[in-house]
């Protein structure tokens, strides 16, 4: 039974494929602790680079640059999460409606078109219509490509619910809003928490749009930083990288559980 | 790309009246802040350019012209085939190509691997497979660049167990790049082929042994054939954004291995910028790969019937 399924050399390939996956961060992640001044010795384990995130000459740009990655992805996977469970709502639970395959193909647009694209289209646009690029333009786009990421997974729990459910609440005088409230939304939780989770790391982790539409003198994270390695790598940089790897992994986490919790549905 | 699924009757359709409001936010934000900039993206690239970076609004088709046909230094010699920006196109599709391949030639058995396991660990290897997808592109790029680089982990430890004599000159070249692209976009090969093995009969390979067919006869005539809608949609979700990507061709690589991506974020920079030629560009770029993804849908639609 087992013979068939058994490739000789497969096991060494998975773990080359993790070493590889997990190699540069792994190294980052040490030598961010690294107490020298230079990348390239090792002068014995610090947290200097850590304080001096915090602390240190620009820590000011940095910490502001966080501030904007933060709300920016708080406001937009919140957003993007509303818009996507309206639409996994009618999508899943509207039956059959003049423009569904439309509807679809829009929703997954963002995901069609290549990132550089949408970062030129966009640039292009708020420009034509005079908005200033600055915070509400980097907010606009990331609201926009964040749709599809929140929608994914709230569609794909919506659909494993039965309509019983519903129906059982509405049979006994629910009114459809209260079915909804009480009902399907709780069902539907884990599906939109999820969804949130993940557009929050997508909006978090965006460089190329944001670096498109920010205007001067307007950071996020990821272009901060990708401002200062242009100027080569510095300690404090695997520092800020370690804390957000960090966060990545804290938040994939959340999301996997949140999933494999509300994997049974009652 | 799959499509949106079969609705299932009358107790699925509670919110058949809704339809409309419910779909009116995603119409309005995906409408306007994508569907008309692609537009108008369209319209700009037949503009003339501004000298201060902008657009004057005199239809012309000197974005394309530039990007296809040169008439020497100055203008004045006859029209020729303008090379440098078809060989930025090919680069890319090279690269692109090559880090699909390598992407492949890991993620299949690594994929194949994960679906074999007992159901139990399937998931926490799944997880690992993925956490590294959800850290910043950005930072995974850079961590890369520091490892490879030439005074970097990598050479220093090649160096010190005496493999190598001088450092290997990794960063700036092609292969640094097609090894930052396959770094950004292994998961998405993993998983679509992963999805396809874990259907995969395994009676069928247990058919084929019993007919004396070796392991790697049987993966090659039985198994490949059978999942290759998963190797497939593996291929694209890796050469796609490839095709279009910046960071690792811009911090991995140096003038010589110059991509898509940073042609198209050049003509945006400041006063020097063409955004009609930069939106030519990626009008270029975007109707390739709508013809990569069209070919797939048709492909998908005919497997279908």
């Given amino acids: 039974m087992k013979g068939v399924r058994h490739y000789p050399g497969f096991l060494a390939m998975t773990l080359a494929c993790l070493l590889v996956l997990y190699a540069p961060l792994a190294v980052v992640a040490v030598y961010s602790f690294n107490g020298s001044t230079s990348i390239t010795q090792w002068g014995g384990f610090s947290l200097r680079w850590y304080g001096d995130v915090f602390?240190?000459?620009?820590?000011?740009?940095?910490?502001?640059?966080?501030?904007?990655?933060?709300?920016?992805?708080?406001?937009?996977?919140?957003?993007?999460?509303?818009?996507?469970?309206?639409?996994a709502l009618a999508m899943i639970r509207g039956g059959a409606f003049h423009g569904r395959q439309a509807s679809f193909a829009l929703i997954n647009l963002p995901l069609m078109v290549p990132e550089i694209v949408i970062a030129v289209s966009t640039l292009i646009f708020f420009s034509t219509v005079g908005l200033t690029t600055g915070y509400l333009t980097i907010l606009l786009a990331h609201i926009t490509f964040c749709i599809p990421f929140a929608y994914l997974p709230i569609a794909a729990?919506?659909?494993?619910?039965e309509g019983t459910y519903e129906q059982a609440a509405r049979d006994l005088y629910a009114t459809r809003a209260q079915a909804f409230r009480l009902i399907l939304l709780p069902l539907m939780m884990p599906g939109v928490v999820s969804g949130w989770l993940l557009a929050f790391i997508i909006s978090l982790d965006d460089f190329i749009i944001t670096n498109f539409v920010k205007g001067a003198g307007m950071e996020t994270l990821p272009t901060a930083i990708f401002g200062s390695v242009k100027q080569g790598i510095k300690p404090n940089i695997m520092a800020i990288s370690t804390l957000m790897l960090g966060v990545s992994v804290l938040f994939v986490t959340a999301a996997y559980l949140v999933n494999r919790k509300g994997q049974k549905i009652p | 790309m799959a499509g949106p699924g079969p609705s299932r009757g009358p107790a699925d359709a509670a919110y058949a009246g809704l339809v409309r409001?419910?779909?009116?936010?995603?119409?309005?934000?995906?409408?306007?802040?994508?569907?008309v900039p692609v537009a108008l993206m369209a319209v700009y690239s037949f503009l003339t350019k501004e000298f201060r970076g902008g657009v004057e609004w005199d239809f012309t088709l000197a974005a394309y012209d530039q990007f296809f046909v040169t008439r020497g230094l100055f203008g004045d010699e006859p029209a020729q085939i303008e090379w440098t920006y078809i060989t930025i196109f090919a680069r890319s599709i090279w690269q692109a190509a090559l880090a699909t391949g390598l992407c492949l030639l890991i993620g299949f058995p690594t994929a194949w691997f994960i679906a074999t396991r007992p159901a139990r660990t399937r998931g926490v290897w799944l997880f690992l497979i993925t956490i590294p997808y959800w850290v910043n592109l950005l930072i995974r790029t850079v961590s890369l660049k520091f490892l490879i680089r030439e005074t970097g982990p990598l050479n220093e430890s090649l160096m010190a167990i005496g493999l190598i004599d001088s450092p290997l000159p990794l960063v700036n070249t092609n292969l640094a790049v097609q090894l930052g692209l396959f770094y950004s976009y292994l998961p998405f090969m993993v998983l679509p082929?992963?999805?396809?093995?874990?259907?995969?009969?395994f009676a069928l390979s247990e058919a084929a042994a019993d007919l004396y067919a070796s392991r790697w006869a049987t993966l090659r005539e039985i198994v490949l054939p059978v999942v290759r809608p998963g190797i497939v949609a593996g291929m694209i979700l890796v050469f796609v954004p490839s095709l279009g990507a910046f960071?690792?061709?811009?911090?991995?690589?140096?003038?010589?291995?110059?991509?898509?991506?940073?042609?198209?974020?050049?003509?945006?920079?400041?006063?020097?910028?063409?955004?009609?030629?930069?939106?030519?560009?990626?009008m270029i770029l975007m109707s390739m790969v709508m013809v990569v993804l069209l070919a797939y849908a048709?492909?998908?639609g005919r497997a279908g019937r």
């Fill in chain 2, 193 to 201: 082929i992963y999805a396809a093995v874990e259907r995969y009969n």
């Fill in chain 1, 157 to 161: 729990r919506l659909e494993g619910i």
């Fill in chain 1, 55 to 87: 602390t240190g000459p620009e820590a000011g740009r940095f910490g502001q640059a966080a501030w904007n990655s933060l709300t920016i992805a708080l406001i937009a996977s919140t957003t993007a999460a509303a818009i996507a469970t309206a639409a």
């Fill in chain 2, 21 to 35: 409001p419910l779909l009116l936010p995603t119409w309005v934000v995906i409408g306007i802040l994508m569907v």
């Fill in chain 2, 247 to 282: 960071l690792a061709p811009d911090l991995l690589g140096g003038a010589k291995t110059f991509m898509i991506g940073s042609l198209i974020d050049e003509q945006f920079k400041g006063s020097q910028g063409n955004w009609p030629f930069g939106a030519a560009v990626s």
């Fill in chain 2, 298 to 300: 048709r492909a998908q």
